[in-house]
Nanobody, 122 residues
Framework: VQLVESGGGLVQAGGSLTLSCAPSERTNIPLGWFRQAPGKKREFVAAITWGGENILFGDSVKGRFTFSKDNAKNTAYLQMKRLKPEDTAVYYC??????????????????WGQGTQVTVSS
């Protein structure tokens, strides 16, 4: 399964941006988003079961980001609001073969997208 991300770009602080993640084939794998800023470790952002029963967020984005899916379009969306300069990073969509309670760990994910840059200016 290949994951294709889109929607990154440059936005001012306080603004909004939506990232998309589209698997290359119809699948029911759980998905997650991670981000990595220069010189920092990859950080968990959000995870969702394909059925949408569980949606979880990292502490730094809770209350500002939402994660949703459009099964008809086979696409997942990360809606980012009230963006801050510290949200600047390359954002990666990732997929697990099966749901794991260690969803916050990048090691649980088998499939990765190429990454999309998000830059938030102050």
């Amino acid at each position: 399964v290949q994951l294709v991300e889109s929607g990154g770009g440059l936005v001012q602080a306080g603004g909004s941006l939506t990232l998309s993640c589209a698997p290359s084939e119809r699948t029911n794998i759980p998905l997650g988003w991670f981000r990595q800023a220069p010189g920092k470790k990859r950080e968990f952002v959000a995870a969702i079961t394909w059925g949408g029963e569980n949606i979880l967020f990292g502490d730094s984005v809770k209350g500002r980001f939402t994660f949703s899916k459009d099964n008809a379009k086979n696409t997942a969306y990360l809606q980012m609001k009230r963006l801050k300069p510290e949200d600047t990073a390359v954002y990666y969509c990732a997929g697990m073969k099966y749901w794991s309670n260690d969803y916050y760990s990048e090691h649980e994910y088998t499939y990765w997208g190429q990454g999309t840059q998000v830059t938030v200016s102050s």
